[in-house]
Nanobody
Framework: QEQLVESGGGLVQAGGSLRLSCRDS????????MAWYRQPPGKEREFVAA????????TYADSVKGRFTISRDNAKNTVSLRMNSLKPDDTALYYC???????????????WGQGTQVTVFS
C-alpha cells in the first residue's frame, strides 16, 4: 500500500531549527508535486509549503517565508522541510501531502501522511 511517512518532529526551543522528512513509498512521487501542511492545537489544518515535481518551483505561506525551506530528492522519494527560527506559533502537527498534475494546486491532494508533531517552547 502506498503511503507517506513523516519523521523529524520533536521538541525545540524558540529560535531553534528542525528538519522534517517525508518518504513516499508510492510509484508516482517523481511526477507529483508535494507539500507540507500543519494543524496547530485547536485550529484547522493550514498550508505551509509546496514544491513542484521537478523541484524548481516552490511556494510558501506568508507566515513561514524566509524561515522554512522545502526541497525534494526524487532519487530517494523524499520531500523535506527545513525550519529555522522556530516560534511557539509554529507548534503543530505537520503533515506531508502528495498532489497530482505536475504543479502544486491547493486542494489537489491524493495522499496524506499521518503527521509528525513539532512543539516549540519559549
Amino acid at each position: 500500500q502506498e503511503q507517506l511517512v513523516e519523521s523529524g518532529g520533536g521538541l525545540v526551543q524558540a529560535g531553534g531549527s528542525l528538519r522534517l522528512s517525508c518518504r513516499d513509498s508510492g510509484r508516482t512521487f517523481r511526477r507529483s508535486p508535494m507539500a507540507w501542511y500543519r494543524q496547530p492545537p485547536g485550529k484547522e489544518r493550514e498550508f505551509v509549503a509546496a514544491v513542484g515535481w521537478l523541484g524548481g518551483s516552490t511556494t510558501y505561506a506568508d507566515s513561514v517565508k524566509g524561515r522554512f525551506t522545502i526541497s525534494r530528492d526524487n532519487a530517494k522519494n523524499t520531500v523535506s522541510l527545513r525550519m529555522n527560527s522556530l516560534k511557539p506559533d509554529d507548534t503543530a502537527l505537520y503533515y506531508c501531502a502528495r498532489g497530482y498534475g505536475g504543479s502544486w494546486v491547493e486542494g489537489r491532494v491524493d495522499a496524506w501522511g499521518q503527521g509528525t508533531q513539532v512543539t516549540v517552547f519559549s
